[in-house]
């Protein structure tokens, strides 16, 4: 008998405390029926569906010609933090000089290293809901505590800022939020942000992560930076990467500009994960940040024609409510209407089952709003060509109108 073989493996309790992402468990479930013969269309994807770019991509090929293949620095190589310190110039108006980047194996690692840098067993962190799958388990990783505030439909998933002092506690140690939103393609406007900073500056023990991956991926005009309003800039960790702006999931690169002392941190931790990240994708992050948008600007329209598609092919559903997302390739729609309902002798009482129903029922893959800390929601991602968004939708009409 092997070691793995062996019963009772005694796993250590941080495992317990975290599960697996539901987005990853409900795409397995699509591509089982998906074997079996199954007409699957997926809509629980979490990247977008077009090529990296040439020009990055070249880019990559050239540094392994030229031999870029050693150890790189822990933060990252400097050609790539100085590319990250002039886009954060560019973009955002933020100013982070070199030594207040970290380069890491993707946003989802940058966010990891934040917290375990920052929260101490007990402390406690501000998540609004619905939030990116991954903070409630990275904050539980880090014993921190988590305290949610509750957002809906009608407030366009967003908090207020009485909703953010009402929640802010002496325990307090961090704030964690996307924008735009995933799962709820929200984005907050600059006065929104704004109204945020000006409770921040109230509590500058309080930091703010600030999750900005989806920046490119806007339908209403200029990305904003919290860390950009009032006077929060020292409270904030502003997190962004490559992925989903310039179709590099793959690649694994992300990164974080703060103060120093975070930036240090975040460095020493990773110092001892992961070292610095592989150095190909560096260089082809480089290419990325320093060279034509042209590509991701045509992706960014390509989402907005889909969304638009969505939204006129779901404006006369019975039973769902839909905010407008301004940005990311995620629907939400509250889909609570349905609850109680039943077909095939199956009755449906919360989000996981109208998901599994949609699957069963018509091969469609979405992912339960429960996974995003909102019971009553389903996550569609429109990550996937015209037809393919054009036929689900058709579908989940279908099985919808069968609930009685
Ligand atoms: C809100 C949000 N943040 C971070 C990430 C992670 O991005 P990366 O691929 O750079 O790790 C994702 C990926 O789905 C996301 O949706």
């Not at 599960?19 to 998906?34: C, D, H, V, Y």
């Not at 079996?36 to 392994?64: C, M, Q, R």
């Not at 982070?96 to 917290?115: C, E, H, L």
């Not at 320093?290 to 006369?316: H, I, Q, V, W, Y």
């Given at each position: 008998m092997t070691i793995t073989e062996k019963k009772n493996i005694r796993l250590a309790d941080r495992i317990s405390r975290i599960s697996e992402s539901e987005t990853i468990a409900m795409a397995k479930l699509g591509r089982a029926l998906g074997a079996e013969g199954k007409k699957v269309i997926s809509l629980s994807f979490g990247e977008p569906d077009f090529f990296t770019p040439d020009h990055i991509k070249e880019a990559a090929i050239a540094a392994i010609n030229n031999n870029n293949t050693f150890y790189t620095p822990v933060a990252g190589i400097p050609e790539l933090r100085e590319a990250i310190s002039l886009k954060f110039k560019r973009d955002n108006n933020l100013d982070y000089k070199t030594d207040q980047i970290v380069v890491s194996t993707g946003a989802k690692n940058s966010i990891m290293n934040t917290v375990l840098a920052l929260v101490n067993p007990g402390d406690e962190v501000i998540i609004p809901k619905p939030f990116w799958v991954s903070y409630e388990d990275m904050v539980s990783l880090a014993e921190g505590i988590p305290v949610y505030i509750d957002t809906d439909v009608e407030a366009d998933y967003k908090i207020t800022p009485q909703q953010l002092e009402d929640a802010i506690t002496p325990k307090t140690k961090m704030f964690i939020f996307s924008s735009p939103n995933n799962p709820t393609g929200s984005v907050y406007t600059k006065t929104?942000?704004?109204?945020?900073?000006?409770?921040?500056?109230?509590?500058?023990?309080?930091?703010?992560v600030s999750d900005e991956i989806y920046e490119?991926?806007?339908?209403?005009?200029?990305?904003e930076s919290i860390a950009a309003c009032g006077n929060v800039y020292p409270q904030v960790i502003t997190v962004n990467g490559v992925s989903k702006g310039f179709s590099m999931t793959g690649w694994r690169i992300g990164y974080i500009g703060a103060a120093k002392e975070i930036a240090f941190a975040c460095e020493k931790l990773q110092s001892q994960f992961t070292s610095g990240t592989?150095?190909?994708?560096?260089?082809?992050?480089v290419a990325a940040l320093t060279g034509t948008l042209e590509p991701t600007e045509k992706m960014r329209l390509a989402f907005m024609k889909?969304?638009?598609?969505?939204?006129?092919?779901m404006k006369d559903m019975d039973g769902i409510k839909l905010n407008n997302p301004d940005g990311a390739f995620y629907l939400f729609p509250d889909v609570s209407s349905f609850f109680g309902k039943s077909a095939d002798g199956k009755t449906i009482n919360n989000s996981q089952d109208l998901c599994m129903y949609l699957l069963n029922k018509v091969y469609v893959v979405t992912v339960a709003g429960s996974a995003f800390g909102n019971e009553?929601?389903?996550r569609m991602s429109y990550a996937t060509n015209e037809e393919n968004l054009r036929e689900a939708i058709t579908r989940i009409k279908s099985a919808l109108s069968e609930l009685k």
């Amino acid at each position: 008998m092997t070691i793995t073989e062996k019963k009772n493996i005694r796993l250590a309790d941080r495992i317990s405390r975290i599960s697996e992402s539901e987005t990853i468990a409900m795409a397995k479930l699509g591509r089982a029926l998906g074997a079996e013969g199954k007409k699957v269309i997926s809509l629980s994807f979490g990247e977008p569906d077009f090529f990296t770019p040439d020009h990055i991509k070249e880019a990559a090929i050239a540094a392994i010609n030229n031999n870029n293949t050693f150890y790189t620095p822990v933060a990252g190589i400097p050609e790539l933090r100085e590319a990250i310190s002039l886009k954060f110039k560019r973009d955002n108006n933020l100013d982070y000089k070199t030594d207040q980047i970290v380069v890491s194996t993707g946003a989802k690692n940058s966010i990891m290293n934040t917290v375990l840098a920052l929260v101490n067993p007990g402390d406690e962190v501000i998540i609004p809901k619905p939030f990116w799958v991954s903070y409630e388990d990275m904050v539980s990783l880090a014993e921190g505590i988590p305290v949610y505030i509750d957002t809906d439909v009608e407030a366009d998933y967003k908090i207020t800022p009485q909703q953010l002092e009402d929640a802010i506690t002496p325990k307090t140690k961090m704030f964690i939020f996307s924008s735009p939103n995933n799962p709820t393609g929200s984005v907050y406007t600059k006065t929104e942000l704004e109204g945020l900073a000006a409770v921040f500056e109230k509590y500058p023990y309080v930091y703010i992560v600030s999750d900005e991956i989806y920046e490119h991926i806007n339908f209403v005009g200029k990305h904003e930076s919290i860390a950009a309003c009032g006077n929060v800039y020292p409270q904030v960790i502003t997190v962004n990467g490559v992925s989903k702006g310039f179709s590099m999931t793959g690649w694994r690169i992300g990164y974080i500009g703060a103060a120093k002392e975070i930036a240090f941190a975040c460095e020493k931790l990773q110092s001892q994960f992961t070292s610095g990240t592989n150095s190909i994708a560096q260089r082809a992050a480089v290419a990325a940040l320093t060279g034509t948008l042209e590509p991701t600007e045509k992706m960014r329209l390509a989402f907005m024609k889909r969304r638009d598609l969505c939204l006129s092919l779901m404006k006369d559903m019975d039973g769902i409510k839909l905010n407008n997302p301004d940005g990311a390739f995620y629907l939400f729609p509250d889909v609570s209407s349905f609850f109680g309902k039943s077909a095939d002798g199956k009755t449906i009482n919360n989000s996981q089952d109208l998901c599994m129903y949609l699957l069963n029922k018509v091969y469609v893959v979405t992912v339960a709003g429960s996974a995003f800390g909102n019971e009553n929601c389903i996550r569609m991602s429109y990550a996937t060509n015209e037809e393919n968004l054009r036929e689900a939708i058709t579908r989940i009409k279908s099985a919808l109108s069968e609930l009685k």
